[in-house]
């Protein structure tokens, strides 16, 4: 385990394609350093994007692309569709390719389970719901312009919903969620593998000023490695089986969380990281016209 390359480690999709276990979240990003980050993690040796039409800033990841100098059939770029476009999908990944400055992405996810009225981003349509976004969705396979189709913030109530549909014909490839030692979702985690869904935990570090940072258990396994907390919770992570997305904007830090090459966290440090009771999340349902959360991921 000790040589272990996770830079260039994958988890294969039910669709046979191959997504990288770890990759650049831009989400929070502020804009101006957006195209800095992207550019500077796709020389460093990341090969995976994410980011989403909601962040505002495709546009700056697309500049990051073609600055890096990294040809775009080596780069696995995740966008999402936002949740006023729910009845526009079409028009939705037309936009978002236009605004990345590329052909397809190869992974489109819905951003949430909740299909918001532009007119009114409090009130969620009487007439259309997440089901019929995803079939709107399924249309794009074949198209060329999405390789892999996905869901983001789909709890077990919500998938269950989805999957027994019998417009459902194609079962998500991933769905991207929070994930990190103090909102590990063990129930979700367990569902969807059964599911063949793929999760990518996005706050893999907690926030920015994560409380986990300060957590003992975390901090002693990271001393005792010569690593730092970042890099033990993006470990605990990919050995637990999904991709991560660790977010940030300075170059160096962007490098420190892609060195996760030559060691790896033993069995019983993993096992210390999972006892670790607290519980809190970065992102919450409270804003969205609908509930979306229930905890049924515990």
């Known amino acids: 385990m000790a040589q272990t390359k996770n830079t260039s480690k994958t988890y294969k999709l039910n669709t046979g394609a191959e997504i990288p276990a770890i990759g650049l979240g831009t989400w929070q990003s502020q804009p101006g350093e957006v195209e800095k980050a992207v550019e500077a993690a ?31 059939e080596e780069i696995w770029l995740t966008t999402k569709l936002d949740n006023p476009w729910h009845k526009r999908v079409a028009e939705a990944i037309d936009t978002s390719l236009k605004n990345l400055g590329t052909d397809y992405v190869d992974l489109y996810l819905m951003h949430w389970p909740s299909s918001t009225n ?13 089901v ?16 892999n189709l996905g869901v983001s913030n789909f709890a077990i109530k919500n998938l269950e919903r989805l999957l027994n549909d019998p417009s459902c014909k194609i079962v998500p490839a991933v769905n991207q969620i929070e994930l990190h030692p103090a909102n590990p979702s063990p129930k979700l985690i367990e569902y969807c593998k059964s599911k063949g869904i793929h999760c990518t935990g996005y706050s893999p570090l907690g926030s920015s000023d994560s409380p986990l940072y300060k957590n003992e258990v975390i901090g002693e396994i990271a001393k005792a490695k010569n690593r730092s907390v970042q ?6 992570g990919v050995q637990k089986g999904w991709s991560v997305l660790p977010k940030s904007v300075t170059p160096s830090r962007v490098e420190a ?8 966290l033993t069995d019983e440090e993993v096992a210390k990281i999972d006892a670790i009771p607290d ?9 969205l016209p609908v509930k979306v959360f229930f905890g049924d991921d515990e």
């Open 42 to 72: 796709l020389r460093a040796g990341y090969r995976h994007i994410d980011t989403a039409f909601a962040y505002g800033n495709e546009k700056e990841v697309g500049e990051g692309i073609r600055a890096s100098g990294v040809p775009r």
């Open 257 to 264: 969380n892609f060195d996760l090459d030559g060691w790896s």
């Open 279 to 287: 519980r809190f999340k970065v992102c919450g349902d409270s804003w």
């Open 118 to 130: 532009p007119d009114d981003l409090k009130k969620h349509y009487d007439d259309w719901d997440f």
């Open 132 to 147: 019929d976004t995803w079939r709107e969705m399924q249309k794009l396979s074949g198209t060329g312009k999405v390789r």
């Open 231 to 236: 890099q033990v919770l993006l470990m605990w």
